[in-house]
């Protein structure tokens, strides 16, 4: 069976040949290629900028739902090095790998499918090559060096510290690095025009990070197109891997009158020097095809009746001919050794950060125990994206490197609100479980506490009143919730009383007193009545398994 996608060169001076040389070469040789490319993109950025966007006013998981004809997580999910490492990290089942590994049978059939075709980084590393590295020649790299299966390395790496217990997954893989890369960039951006540049949150250290991370991989293609997709990439190793499996595969034909056209347009670095297939980096893109001048590439099936007139591999250098040993397999179990004392060590030197001493983090409703929160996060903050109200918040790198870019829960900037379940929606890997809003609702990420040395009403000042007296600026937060834990005590002085027993610490309250007290009268410095995490000792299935929602058991602490 052959899978032609491709404009043959009969096909060329037909009118849709004519009229697809106005879009570019590769369209014209490989137009469904491109279209798939352009859908996916354009799918990625209707998700991010639509579906994502928490717009409207309350109601924010019925409004999510009818956006969400697809998932908002999809391409976080297809991606398997996202499921596989979060998997390995937390020992558990994560639902995601289903998506993953769907991919991977895929790719069995069609080789690097997901690569060649679906991969929004891979779309937008094309048009930044195709407006800024062709033009630019002068940091041009050889084809072949040192950095050829770097993206090997980098994927031993990423499952060493997997196995560690350390998520790196999100420093390298292609849809996290993407996705975090556009809530520190396009998001202000939506955010500022829509809702004003006053609502914009200000960008940390950490941020910067990510966007130097996000801008170096569109720049690695100065070195040469597609580098990050070609040498770099995980994700893209790990299909690679699976090519070993590939049942239909690129042959060259006998007719080929070697003109080189196949190698200039190749964008994976799948063609040898004599013009055969390196199948493990070949993404059946079928642009090669396209711009044969004699019909000599077919795809078809590996093992069908069709020749492959070219050589399996390239031939050696006459050095190593002459010595008998393979310097590049060599090299490659050196590097792959170094990847995993890299790896190692990397474990290591961020379990070294992450000290007992250090504070416990408000972490948004649903989620794991702070143990495996980190091992399932992938730091794509896909949660941030989705929060309506501006209450997720990345973390730094102050706070230790392996919680660095996961979401916690600043109740000064904004609380909960009570009608949004769109974090754990979100999650690819279960890190936050995908409640539903009457589950959610049960969900204690905290406690608040009143600090009667600062609280107005606590030392008799009535700037908090509300009502006639009879109300607090906290209390009537709570209520307008639905939780009415927060009660009043006293008769010549209303003082604010928190009931263990319903506060889900949401930080309504801690947000309406840092608004009032602190921003808009000046009274404070901090809020009065702020919420403590990690009082309740829940635990919650860390795999997240099971959609729409979760087992979770909380318990109420005893003061």
Not at 499 to 520: D, H, K, P, S, Y
Not at 524 to 545: E, F, W
Request: aromatic share 8%.
């Amino acid at each position: 069976m052959r899978f032609h996608w491709f404009v043959k060169s009969s096909e060329r001076q037909s009118k849709v040949g004519r009229s697809l040389r106005v879009l570019g070469p590769t369209w014209r040789a490989s137009p469904w290629r491109r279209i798939a490319q352009a859908a996916c993109f354009t799918l990625f950025l209707v998700l991010f900028f639509f579906v994502a966007w928490p717009g409207g006013m309350g109601d924010f998981a019925l409004s999510r739902a009818r956006k969400e004809i697809i998932d908002i997580e999809l391409f976080l999910a297809l991606d398997p090095l996202v499921g596989i490492s979060a998997a390995i990290a937390s020992r558990a089942w994560v639902w995601s790998l289903w998506f993953g590994g769907a991919m991977l049978l895929i790719g069995i059939v069609l080789p690097r499918m997901f690569c060649g075709y679906l991969c929004p980084m891979g779309t937008l590393v094309d048009l930044f090559d195709w407006a800024v590295s062709n033009r630019v020649k002068r940091f041009r790299v050889r084809r072949i060096g040192w950095w050829r299966p770097l993206r090997y390395f980098v994927l031993i790496a990423v499952l060493v510290a997997a196995a560690g217990g350390v998520m790196l997954v999100g420093y390298v893989a292609a849809i996290p690095v993407l996705t975090r890369g556009f809530q520190f960039m396009a998001s202000p951006l939506q955010i500022g025009m829509v809702r004003g540049w006053g609502e914009v949150p200000s960008v940390h250290a950490a941020q910067w990070v990510s966007i130097s991370l996000f801008v170096g991989v569109l720049l690695l293609g100065l070195l040469r197109p597609r580098f990050w997709c070609r040498h770099v990439c995980p994700s893209g190793a790990l299909f690679s891997i699976g090519n070993l499996l590939r049942m239909n595969e690129r042959k060259v034909q006998d007719h080929c009158i070697e003109c080189g056209k196949c190698s200039k347009v190749c964008s994976f670095d799948a063609i040898n020097d004599d013009f055969s297939t390196i199948g493990a980096n070949c993404a059946f893109c079928q642009t090669c095809g396209g711009v044969c001048p004699v019909d000599a590439i077919h795809f078809t099936g590996r093992f069908s009746g069709v020749a492959d007139a070219a050589v399996a591999t390239s031939p050696k250098p006459p050095a190593e001919e002459e010595s008998g040993v393979d310097h590049s397999r060599r090299r490659f179990l050196i590097g792959a050794a170094v990847s995993t004392v890299g790896g190692a060590l990397a474990v290591r030197g961020i379990q070294m950060t992450s000290g007992a001493d250090l504070p416990l983090v408000l972490r948004p409703p649903g989620s794991s125990a702070e143990a495996d929160f980190v091992r399932l996060c992938t730091r794509c903050d896909q949660c941030l994206r989705v929060c309506p109200t501006g209450i997720l918040q990345p973390m730094g790198i102050g706070q230790g490197l392996d919680r660095l870019w996961t979401p916690q829960a600043n109740a000064d900037f904004a609380g909960c609100d009570p009608s949004c379940n769109n974090c754990g929606q979100a999650c690819p890997t279960g890190a936050i479980a995908a409640l539903t809003l009457e589950k959610k609702r049960e969900i204690r990420m905290g406690l608040a506490e009143v600090d009667s040395a600062t609280c107005l009403a606590c030392r008799g000042q009535r700037d908090c009143d509300t009502s006639g007296g009879t109300h607090l600026i906290c209390q009537d937060a709570c209520e307008a919730a639905g939780y009415s834990a927060i009660l009043v005590e006293g008769e010549s002085a209303v003082t604010p009383v928190v009931r263990a027993e319903t506060c889900v610490g949401c930080g309504l309250c801690q947000a309406a007193c840092f608004r009032t007290n602190v921003i808009e009268k000046k009274l404070l410095s901090t809020a009065a009545i702020r919420v403590r995490p990690g009082v309740d000792g829940r635990t919650v299935n860390a795999a997240a398994s099971t959609r729409p929602s979760v087992d979770v058991q909380y318990s109420v602490p005893s003061d």
